[in-house]
């Protein structure tokens, strides 16, 4: 019979493997004795290059015989003429193939082989991408000959349109080919950099495209398409400006925390500067009396010089301006191929109704047509989506919960009073907080949020809140919003810290100027400690 | 023909409850025979070894059993002229021993046996103008040595004497289109590379540059059927995985992300009931025969290369893939590496019968506090 091989009994096996590990072990030390003697005697010769030859093929990962080779092979350089020194490295790069033959992930093989070539007088740059060429091919994954790769591209001038091609081989072999995905991505950009919101090049989708198509659970492909679709979102830097000509206040949010200052950015104001030296914070309240003389003014600009980006605001008769940044729009050729994606994507659904890339991709590209419009049928989607992927059911109600509150912000209305309202939603975490610096009301009753968070401090207009019915455990968003008239947390899991009981009694002994209601104690459900 | 998810399966007699005193006698014990043919092979990354072996001691409660004099006497002998730190007596110093050593100075509170400064200098001088860091004088440029650099610098209290802009700046140059990092500039995101870039900036405190929520998904996407961690799509799933990312999602607070209870049913199944220590998979140590009559014996002996370039381990692994012969496991082994991580990510999923450690260094956080170390996470 073919292909039967004895297994010996497992005490006879043991013995042998025992006795094959000392004699190898016996071996392995002898060796690598020898080259650290010869080594802290200062021998660089020969039969250093011999001695670490032999060490090196099955140790690859031992560091110090590489330099200790380096070390030799610098010395010899010395002694001998140009022509011989190409001879002893292109040696050296026989004896690096076969180390990577062995093992073709070690990283000490491959730097020495990047080494090898800084000291060649002449590379063979052609050989080196036959090298990767052919070491790919046994291996699409891996990274080491991928990093090499991009040496040998660089130094030699390899175009990208050429790497471009390569990819598309490899991505057409159909197998395992993430590597190639993410290389697309680092080479596309070098052809056309930040495209405009509203270019539409649908080439750029067809290749992923194709890809799922032919094996929808491919995910290197969703994973990239991904990618394509949100590549031309901007994403603004400041989100809000609120501006009260009788509070005398202008506020900044800002979409992320600024950076940590080493150099100084600055905040124009109409024609005035004013310097932000803060660190990673999001919200910059500007001095009183920052636009005092500017009564007459009806209109007002706020630019960041960071990013050179800038908000216009016009004061309306309230002396409250509020502008906030809006979704780019969709250009029609851009919409009609988004709409197009779409269909196929559905198409696809119907054939593989528990794909969840192809259910995830469908509620991103209906967010990029009509966010609004497809709500209800992206709800219906996520649902489904934590049925067929349970593990990932976390992220998907994160994510849920970000499209939801996105879309209450473009529904909100701006009037005296600005209301944010998601109740009853299985919301369960909160963001954008950086978009709602001049709501006045909020209502997240009957939700799963775990906690007001810090970044709740952005709610600066903020003068009633409703969050009954939730988990939350912890005030902290709560410590430093000056307007809040109004709290109501019935139903959640209060954890009284110090700091919040300190904060409670601020509120009811009336340091703070305003009344605060607090009716959820009774029915609270708190831990004390 | 779909393309098959890699992954294993778990035999329902995998162990199922953590048998740390198992674990504790294991690494007690490992290193004290000296002839022992894997032991002396990984001789090159020995300090790395001894930093692995002595945290999940501590993490376990049982530091004591180790030899904390003939450590650091040893740990003495391994620094150089430079200053730089080798992993062994004759080897030569790196960025990634140095760091390995002052961990485990910081976790015996001696870091003065050492001469400090030198290793600041050393360390200083690994940066080059773009703001990368070599590993040492020989110049491999990775993003795994500019955590390196950092974390050791943080432990002894000196990150400013680097140019941090640059250095922020390298490793944000690594950020790619799935939010994650690689090893240099235009290298596949991997997550031994992300945990390192994570740390990075929650030292350096830029975690706010992360996209988290990108990130996070590339994270989550690591967990396969069986619940554990692969490193990167399309890969098997490591144990050393379910730190590596499961660190990184702490780090940039989405660990809730993951789904914690499959996940650690995989890490216990990576112990070994009768010698203790964690393998980096499941395993099963009798060979089972099919029913066809086919004995296929394919034995190849893969060498590991852990992502942080630290180990070669000899794994006896037989892989039979196929839509019909499931993956089957001959004898499997145990190591120190996968040992720690294996503790490590269960105490990261709430494992109370493990000390609190720390995502970033992957220390126990009590010995941070000591040092008056609190990196940033974000929420």
Redesign the interface.
Known sequence: ?H???K?KSTAQQEEEKRKE??K??KA??SARDAV?KKR?AGEHDEEALQLTRQLLSS?P????L??YR?EVLLHLETLREKDEVQKLYESELHFIEACLK??P???GCW?HRT?VNTRLPQPDWTRELGLCDRCLSLDE?N?HC??YR?VVVKASGVSVEQELQFTDRLIGSN??N??SW??R??LLPQLHPQPAPDSAPNTKYELSHNAFFT??????AW??YR?LLGRAEREEMISCVYVSREGERVSVAFS??LC?V?NMYSLFIHTLMHKIFNC?CQLCDLPPGSISDMSNEHNLTIHWTEKHTHRDCNLDDLHVCVCICGRSELSVEKSSVLQAELQSCNQLLELEPQNKWCLLTIILLMRALDPLGHEKETLAHFQTLKEVD???S??YS??CS?FLIENTILKMEYAEVRVFSLSNKNLTTLCHLDQLLFVTHINLSSNQLLRL???FAMLQCLEVLEADDNAIENLEGLYHLPKLEEVSLRNNRILFSKKSKCFIRNCFSGVKSQCLVWPCFKDSVFFIN | M??Q?KDVVIKPEAPNTLLLDKHADYIAAYGSKK?D?EY??SE??RMSGIYWGLTVMDLMGQLSRMNREEIIEFIKSCQHDCGGI?AST???P?LLYTLSAVQILSLYDSINVIDVDKVVDYVKGLQQEDGSFAG?K???I?TRFSFCAVATLALLGKLDVIN??KAVGFVLSCM???GGF???P?????AGQIYCCTGFLSIT??L?KVNA?LL???L??R?L?S?GLNG????LPDVCYSWWVLASLKIIG?I????KA?LRSFILACQDEETGGFADRPGDMV?SLWNC?????ICIYI?H?ISL?L??LYTELIILCGTFLPVLYISIQVDPFHTLFGVAGLSLLGDEQIKPVNPVFCMPEDVLQRIGLQPDLL?
């Open positions: 019979m292909g039967r091989v297994i590990k000392e190898k072990l392995f030390v650290l802290s140790n990962d031992f560091a110090t590489w330099n380096r062995v093992n992930k070690s990283y730097h080494w994954r990274f991928w990093d991009r197998f395992s993430y590597s993410h290389y991505s680092t094996d929808p659970n491919d995910q290197s994973f990239y990618w992320k925390p940590k080493y990673l349970p593990m990932r976390t992220y994160d994510l970000k968070p810090p970044h | 779909g393309t998810v002839d043919y002396t092979l090159y990354l080798s004759g080897h030569d790196h040492d020989w110049g491999e990775d941090m802009d790619n289109f799935d690689g090893c240099r235009g290298s596949e995101s991997h405190g830029q706010h929520d996070g998904w590339w989550c996407e967990q059927p619940g990167r799509p399309e890969k989405r809730h992300w993951i789904d499959k060979s009559h086919i004995q296929f014996c060498l290369v370039g180990a070669i929420n």
